[in-house]
């Protein structure tokens, strides 16, 4: 059943892959000159990537997932946060988030179901983008066959979502939904590599 609405479509250039998204701000890399309120989202969506506040995303977020679509709708589903990285930025950043979020919501927390290889630089800051690579450890058992709303912070390139979902779909897991803190703004002129995003009616 589709339970979504009013949001995204992500669609892979590679292999016509479609996933059903939501996307809640828009973020500038430092490169950019921006104004004073982008530059206060920005820096919102540092704070939470530092694991410093997550309060006002937490209840945005809880507040449109409930009020799209609804407890009953979310029933069963496991929400599923993409790991940093670092093991500690990672606990600091979603550990006490997905536990509110889950509680007040209901739904089955994935906090611990998913880790990432420990890396000594975040695949963001490698010099070379093509060599980036993406190490899930994964719980197996937890997670086959079931149902997911996957949440990452900053949609870029989309090649960690896309390594996660291959990784999930070979489970037998139904991605029914993404959640992204932001989308980073490029340059105009600057032709996506390697999705599209579609809005759905």
Request: with cysteine; charged share 30%.
């Amino acid at each position: 059943m589709e339970i979504y609405k009013n949001i995204e479509s992500l669609v892979y250039k590679k292999d016509n892959k479609k996933y059903s998204i939501k996307i809640f701000r828009t973020y500038y890399p430092k490169r950019y000159e921006i104004n004073f309120s982008d530059k206060k989202i920005r820096d919102e969506i540092y704070n939470f990537k530092n694991g410093i506040s997550f309060d006002k995303f937490l209840i945005e977020i809880q507040e449109w997932l409930s009020e799209e679509y609804g407890n009953y709708k979310l029933d069963g589903l496991v929400f599923l946060p993409v790991p940093a990285s670092n093991k500690k930025v990672n606990k600091k950043r979603y550990q006490k988030f997905c536990k509110i979020l889950c509680g007040n919501l209901k739904v089955e927390n994935g906090y611990n179901y998913i880790n990432m290889k420990e890396n000594s630089t975040p695949n963001h800051l490698k010099a070379n983008i093509n060599n980036k690579k993406y190490e899930f450890i994964l719980d197996e058992n937890k997670l086959r066959g079931k149902s997911l709303i996957i949440f990452d912070d900053i949609l870029t390139s989309g090649k960690t979502f896309y390594s996660l979902a291959t990784l999930l779909e070979a489970l037998n897991c139904k991605i029914k939904l993404v959640l992204f803190l932001a989308r980073t703004i490029k340059s105009e002129d600057y032709n996506e590599e390697y999705f599209k995003i579609f809005f759905k009616i």
